[in-house]
């Protein structure tokens, strides 16, 4: 049981780059987190999507674009990579419903711009 | 806008002893209250949780205490010990919008032997 999985681990990006960052789930979670996590700031929800083909943006979305093809996957795109950009990246998924609305989150992905 | 402030930033504890951890909450349509447990190089885990219908949960070492008048809530572990060493986040959410957790800033725990 995977849960959530987060590629790449790490990445070096040059200001004005662009990558995608990868985030699958295995739980038939209809929804779906990214999360930025700064230290001392604890987690900034960047954007969400309550089930294929719905998004939308969270509290800091500027900078990032997200597209959820398939309940499994939600990629976050980010593009002109900027050095405030610098942050570990947290995918996370949950099932809606008043109770087990546990949010499982994956391993992060490190980001560097320089 | 901090809408969930969490404190002490960092806190050092003896081994065997009382961890306490504070977060106070703003939105008053809040309702559900998850702390989550942080190790290096991991994604958050959910710890334990609580729904403002009642003022604590209990679950082994772990404690959460919630204020619904004060719209504070705490989290205490009892018998700190060294594999407790990690950083806690407390968090909200408001019920019909998915998990959209309001995350606290975070605190350092470390449990000295």
């Known amino acids: 049981n995977a849960g959530v999985t987060q590629t790449p681990k790490f990445r070096i990006l040059k200001i004005g780059q662009s990558m995608t960052l990868q985030c699958a789930q295995d739980m038939n979670h209809n929804y779906m987190y990214w999360y930025r996590q700064d230290p001392g700031m604890g987690l900034k929800l960047i954007y969400y999507?309550?089930?294929?083909?719905?998004?939308d943006k969270g509290e800091v979305p500027n900078g990032y674009n997200v597209s959820r093809s398939t309940t499994e996957d939600f990629p976050l795109r980010l593009e002109l990579a900027a050095p405030s950009q610098t942050s570990v990246y947290f995918c996370?998924?949950?099932?809606?419903?008043?109770?087990?609305?546990?949010?499982?989150f994956g391993q992060g992905t490190r980001l560097t711009v320089v | 806008q901090q809408q969930v402030k969490q404190s002490p930033q960092s806190l050092i504890v003896q081994k065997g002893g009382i961890s306490i951890i504070n977060c106070a909450y703003e939105n008053t349509a809040f309702d559900y209250f998850p702390w989550y447990q942080q190790f290096p190089g991991k994604g958050p885990a959910l710890l334990i949780a609580?729904?403002?219908?009642?003022s604590e949960k209990k679950e082994g070492r772990f404690t959460i205490s919630f204020n619904k008048s004060a719209k504070q809530f705490s989290l205490h572990i009892m018998d700190s010990q060294p594999g407790d060493s990690a950083t806690y986040f407390c968090a909200a959410s408001k019920g019909g919008g998915g998990n959209k957790l309001t995350f606290g800033t975070g605190t350092q725990l470390k449990v000295e032997l």
């Open positions: 999507s309550v089930g294929a083909g719905i998004t």
């Open positions: 609580i729904r403002p219908d009642v």
């Open positions: 996370a998924s949950s099932s809606p419903g008043e109770v087990n609305t546990e949010a499982f």
